[in-house]
């Protein structure tokens, strides 16, 4: 089974400045996606940005950006321009594209990073 | 549009009890997944429905079980509650075949006392 971990349980970023979240992951498949959500208090998870891990260009979303290493096996989320509303928990997920078989529909969540946004 | 709705927002239950909880795909889904979220813990998968039929499971018990309607709505039961049940339930939804994120619900607050 594909792990991810978020070593980060933390972290902190003052608003307007930059922030990096940390995430790893343990797969022996070549094709899959990743993803980073974000939870606010309200509870809902509310996709960030996603990445086919064939495509060697990283996604970006506006002010998030991630810097895919598929060889070190390493999906970071780089949030620009911090505002108060990015504050929540982020998880990032990994899901095999492994569909055909009936066992790549399942997304492998993270432990979650708690984001403090400071005024 | 009416996103993932999941019903009750929060519920307490009893040791032994049973419980379901409700879900209801975002217009134009007809996939359904069921994630536990313990707290201080990411959602853990528990399992997917497509045309009625259980697709793919996680590693959970039998005691979960889970149901799909023709209006691609879905139920989550949970028999014999243990303390250790209490979490978040969340529902996601997504066309079938879609390689984008899932939409999520706001999720159930199960309580078992």
């Known amino acids: 089974a594909q792990t991810v971990t978020q070593s980060q349980p933390e972290m902190s970023v003052q608003e307007a400045e930059t922030v990096t979240l940390s995430c790893t992951y343990d797969?022996?498949?070549?094709?899959?996606?990743l993803f980073w959500y974000k939870q606010p208090p309200s509870r809902q998870m509310i996709l960030v940005i996603r990445?086919?891990?064939?495509?060697?260009q990283n996604a970006t979303e506006n002010r998030f950006s991630v810097n895919f290493q598929k060889a070190a096996k390493s999906f970071s989320l780089k949030i620009s321009d911090s505002q108060l509303g990015d504050a929540a928990m982020y998880f990032c997920a990994y899901r095999s594209d492994r569909g055909y078989s009936n066992s790549g529909y399942a997304l492998n969540f993270g432990k979650g990073t708690s984001l403090l946004v400071t005024p | 549009d009416a996103g993932v709705t999941q019903s009750p927002t929060h519920l307490i239950k009893t040791r032994g009890q049973q419980v379901t909880l409700r879900c209801s795909p975002k217009s134009g889904h007809d996939t359904v997944s069921w994630y536990q979220q313990a707290l201080g813990q990411g959602p853990q998968f528990i399992f997917q429905?497509?045309?009625?039929?259980?697709?793919q499971r996680g590693n959970f018990p039998d005691r979960f079980s889970g149901h799909q309607f023709p209006n691609y709505s879905s139920e989550l039961n949970v028999n014999a509650l243990l303390l250790g049940d209490s979490a978040l339930y969340l529902c996601?939804?997504?066309?079938?075949?879609?390689?984008?994120?899932?939409?999520f619900g706001s999720g159930t607050r199960l309580t078992v006392v």
């Open positions: 797969t022996s498949e070549s094709d899959y996606y």
């Open positions: 996601a939804s997504s066309p079938v075949g879609s390689r984008d994120g899932y939409t």
């Open positions: 429905y497509y045309e009625e039929e259980e697709r």
């Open positions: 990445q086919e891990a064939y495509k060697q």
